[in-house]
């Protein structure tokens, strides 16, 4: 069992000791997506979707959902985040007239762990939002994958996705 970082020395779990680690600038970037319909396209963009302005609130719910991963991962540390930022594009499906949104967000902070399951889960309640904010009109839409773009900063250095 010695050798599962998360494990202690009785075979149960713990939060690595991360007391030695150098604390450096760390990035973390994510990407989340979520196809919805050109019903749903067209209510987002002129902002006629009953509950309100889907991407604003979906930005808020990503930005304290970065905040929050602590509490909700349970071996995560609690970070000093010093920015979350979620920005959107739309790409127009070819097979249908459906649409996709993509979810970008940037995680940063200066510390002694990486921000990557912040930027991870701010991400994916950013699109579970746009599902919420939008399931009145079509249940049908689809949350796509999630992973991690890019990160940097640490003892592994920098990430980048191929």
């Not at 991360?18 to 987002?44: M, W």
């Not at 002129?46 to 930005?59: E, N, P």
């Not at 010093?82 to 996709?100: L, P, Q």
């Amino acid at each position: 069992m010695t050798d599962f970082t998360h494990i202690n020395e009785q075979g149960r779990a713990k939060m690595v000791d991360i007391t030695d680690k150098k604390v450096t600038h760390r990035t973390a970037l994510a990407h989340a997506s979520i196809r919805v319909t050109e019903k749903i396209y067209q209510g987002i963009e002129g902002q006629t979707i009953g509950k309100g302005d889907v991407l604003s609130v979906a930005q808020v719910a990503g930005i304290m959902a970065a905040k929050q991963t602590s509490t909700i991962i349970p071996m995560c540390h609690p970070l000093p985040l010093s920015g979350v930022n979620i920005t959107f594009d739309w790409i127009k499906e070819e097979a249908s007239s459906d649409r996709t949104l993509t979810i970008t967000v940037e995680a940063k902070t200066k510390g002694s762990t990486g921000v990557e399951m912040e930027a991870l889960t701010a991400a994916s309640v950013t699109a579970l939002t746009v599902y919420d904010m939008c399931k009145a009109l079509d249940k049908g839409m689809v949350i796509g994958e999630t992973y991690l773009l890019e990160k940097t900063g640490g003892k592994s250095g920098t990430y980048k996705r191929e």
